[in-house]
């Protein structure tokens, strides 16, 4: 059953301690995404790769968040530091991108709160 | 710059009834791509169905069907025989065919009572 995993599942930090969030797309997908949801905004976009290539990280506040894929495998997304508006729940998608239907399947999501 | 709509913050079914979820959108593309994904407590994000814009043909998931009016920019998601397990946040999204970003609307609260 191929699915999108995400680690941790759930995150307390404290202000201006350094976030990580991890991904594992699922095996053959070259599309991988990272969303933010909160109650205020909803889910919104905050980078994509393709091929491991960032194509798109118009959403994400520059100062402080950061996203990797150090291999196809793995996915990265980082706040330096973390602040207590960052707190929201993060998810990881992962799609086949021209070739694939244009779906995004998503992963469990990571719940971060900054206090 | 594209939105979608859902007009429903919460809804409510009576277990084995049908129920109707709204979605517009606004766009003035012709290729594009529209989307129901499910979030249940769990805030999982489960696909239910996707349906493409040149597809005259409504898309259906066994007890899930849309009712797809190019025209009038609606597409709607219908579930059949509700059940429990329906409960959730349904959100509709849009995604335009020449990008990979996904529009969601702000969803609709369905609950489903026994």
């Known amino acids: 059953d191929a699915r999108v995993t995400q680690t941790p599942r759930h995150k307390v930090t404290e202000m201006g301690q350094e976030v990580t969030m991890r991904c594992q797309p699922i095996l053959g997908h070259n599309t991988v995404f990272w969303y933010r949801q909160t109650m205020m905004q909803g889910l919104e976009l905050l980078a994509y790769f393709r091929n491991r290539a960032p194509l798109d990280d118009s959403g994400m506040p520059k100062d402080r968040f950061s996203a990797e894929m150090p291999d196809a495998t793995l996915a990265t997304l980082k706040i330096q530091p973390s602040e207590p508006r960052d707190s929201a729940v993060y998810f990881c998608?992962?799609?086949?991108?021209?070739?694939?239907?244009?779906?995004?399947?998503f992963g469990p999501g990571t719940r971060l709160l900054v206090l | 710059a594209q939105t979608v709509t859902q007009s429903q913050p919460e809804m409510s079914v009576q277990e084995a009834e049908t129920v109707t979820l709204s979605c517009t959108y606004d766009?003035?593309?012709?290729?594009?791509?529209l989307f129901w994904y499910k979030q249940p407590p769990s805030r999982q994000m489960i696909l239910v169905i996707r349906q493409e814009a040149y597809k005259q043909q409504n898309a259906t998931e066994n007890r899930f069907s849309v009712n797809f009016q190019k025209a009038a920019k609606s597409f709607s998601l219908k579930i059949s025989d509700s059940q429990l397990g329906d409960a959730a946040m349904y959100f509709c999204a849009y995604l335009q065919g020449g990008s990979e970003k996904l529009v969601f609307g702000k969803g609709t609260k369905l609950t489903v009572n026994p």
């Open positions: 766009t003035s593309e012709s290729d594009y791509y």
């Open positions: 998608a992962s799609g086949l991108g021209e070739g694939g239907r244009k779906t995004q399947y």
